[in-house]
């Protein structure tokens, strides 16, 4: 284990959270808020310990698959452990186990909220909560690969491991380039959904904690009420970008180098925004009678099927008052979640349409037992190493889940809410039903439920492996104890 490399990618990983510490002490200067001190300071520890952890450089500076998953997971717990201190020094969530969930769902754009008074926060407070969003949707190390040169030539392992998908791939022939391109397009329509929010009248502070939130598909928003007070324009604005946000960005990048062919090539696109057609037509004929007018209707089925399946979040209605037909839907759409490459959550729509190639594979295989048939996804053969992928992943996120349904059912609330407490955290969506609807809250948890909860999250944002490995004994033993490898000649 590179233990060195591993450090100093930490050591990286705490600037670059210092430094995004320092725009909440703008905010609060600009309000006159005396949170803004405690921001300060915690940037200047965190800028500090970071310093420190980089003083001392690596002879190996190769990284295998195994390094970047430990680093990703490493990374992400520090980022929150640190993430959640100027909640709890500022008082504004006073348990420390409630702030780090806060922090957690946060930066795993899960949006899930113990507050009881969101509007009660500061307005540094409220910046920082939403723009960890932004900070976990594109990925924190893909933000350091854009902007540091790491090299050993391996470091695509730390994009795999943090970006979302059953295969992570280059964009250009560069990492950097390809990380630094994926964050153009990110900050680009960010700006510009930022700003389409204030041609609508929204204000200004408003429409940058939206667009953080809609950007990382996060869902915190700082109105007790999420989204149902603003306009209808707004509202419409966020549902086109949940949608936007929660498409594969390699369509986006295909497009500014006017390479159409390719980014109509991505099939996943094409059944994404099949499933968020036939969820609103199959919801609005369900929900059409509880709307004052079809306009009505359509704007909030559209908004909440968009942000669930793209595991954003907000909410203009409460879903959880809608037929059993509309919440059956809505869960699947939890499992479903957006496309790979994408800032959304979920299982991913690449994987089910792998799967269902694959079982129509085998049923022809049955039925006419010489063929010889190759899976086609993407106009090309889908490679043996991603099917299998898929299959290790899908038998893993099984698993994972029903030990947590099991682990949280000792808190002793009823099975909806038991069950889709799991659901919305694991694949990172925020509200979940029952006691956990859009107008409820974690509040009321154990913590040890919160704990549970909080690793599902994690795992649920790293495509499960990254986190999982940090509970291999040999692993753990290889982190723990440092011995120094050869140098690796190898790329």
């Known amino acids: 284990m590179n233990n060195s490399m591993i450090r ?14 320092l725009l909440p002490c703008i905010v609060a200067l600009i309000y006159g808020e005396k949170e803004g001190f405690v921001y300060l300071a915690v940037a ?7 310093f420190i952890l980089g003083l001392k450089k690596a002879e190996d500076k190769t990284l295998f698959l195994k390094e970047g998953c430990v680093t990703t997971a490493l990374s992400w717990i520090v980022m929150s452990i640190i993430g959640a201190l100027p909640f709890y020094i500022t008082g504004e969530i006073p348990n420390y186990l409630d702030a780090c969930f806060e922090t957690v769902s946060g930066f795993t754009t899960t949006g899930s909220s113990i507050l009881n008074d969101i509007e ?18 594109m990925g924190v190390l893909v933000f350091l690969l854009s902007i540091v040169s790491l090299s050993g030539g391996s470091t695509i392992n730390l994009m795999k491991a943090e970006s979302p998908g059953p295969s992570v791939g280059k964009l250009v022939p560069k990492i950097k380039a390809s990380a630094r391109y994926l964050y153009l397009i990110y900050a680009a329509m960010t700006f510009i959904e930022a700003v389409l929010l204030m041609l609508g009248g929204c204000p200004i502070f408003d429409s940058i904690t939206l667009a953080f939130g809609t950007a990382g598909t996060g869902g915190f928003a700082i109105r007790g009420d999420s989204v149902a007070g603003y306009s209808a324009y707004v509202q419409w604005v966020i549902t086109i970008f949940m949608i936007l946000f929660g498409v594969n ?4 990048y295909y497009m500014l180098i006017r390479h ?3 980014a109509l090539k991505i099939e996943e696109v094409r059944y994404y925004l099949l499933v968020i057609l036939s969820s609103i037509v199959i919801i609005f004929i369900n929900v059409r009678n509880m709307f004052d007018s079809v306009g009505d209707a359509i704007r909030h089925t559209s908004f909440t099927v968009a942000s669930i399946i793209t595991t954003t979040g907000f909410a203009t209605v409460d879903f959880d008052t809608w037929n059993t037909t509309c919440k059956i839907i809505i869960v699947m759409l939890m499992f479903i979640g957006a496309c790979a490459g994408s800032t959304g959550g979920g299982i991913k729509v690449s994987r089910f349409v792998i799967i269902a190639k694959t079982i129509r594979k085998e049923i022809n295989s049955y039925i006419h037992p010489r063929s010889i048939k190759k899976i086609i996804y993407d106009g090309k053969p889908a490679e043996h190493v991603m099917i299998r992928s898929v299959n290790v992943y899908m038998a893993t996120y099984i698993l994972i889940l029903s030990i947590s349904i099991l682990l949280v059912s000792f808190e002793g609330e009823d099975l909806v809410t038991t069950v889709t407490s799991v659901i919305t955290c694991f ?3 925020g509200p979940g039903l029952n006691k956990l609807g859009p107008t409820c809250n974690f509040s009321f948890l154990g913590g040890f439920t919160k704990l549970v909860l909080m690793f599902d999250m994690l ?3 790293l495509e499960l492996f990254p986190l999982v490995m940090l509970f291999n004994p040999k692993l753990l033993k ?9 140098v690796s000649k190898t790329k």
Do not use: Q
Request: proline share 2%; net charge positive.
């Open 8 to 21: 100093i990618i930490i050591g990286h990983i705490m600037k670059i959270e210092a430094a995004f510490l």
């Open 44 to 50: 200047a520890g965190t800028a500090l310990g970071g």
């Open 120 to 137: 009660s926060l500061s307005h540094a407070s409220l910046f920082w909560r939403s723009g960890t969003h932004w900070i976990g949707g």
């Open 249 to 252: 960005f390699n369509v986006y």
């Open 260 to 262: 159409i062919k390719d």
């Open 427 to 429: 694949n990172n969506i």
């Open 459 to 461: 795992a649920g944002r």
């Open 478 to 486: 290889e982190l723990l104890i440092t011995k120094r490898r050869p």
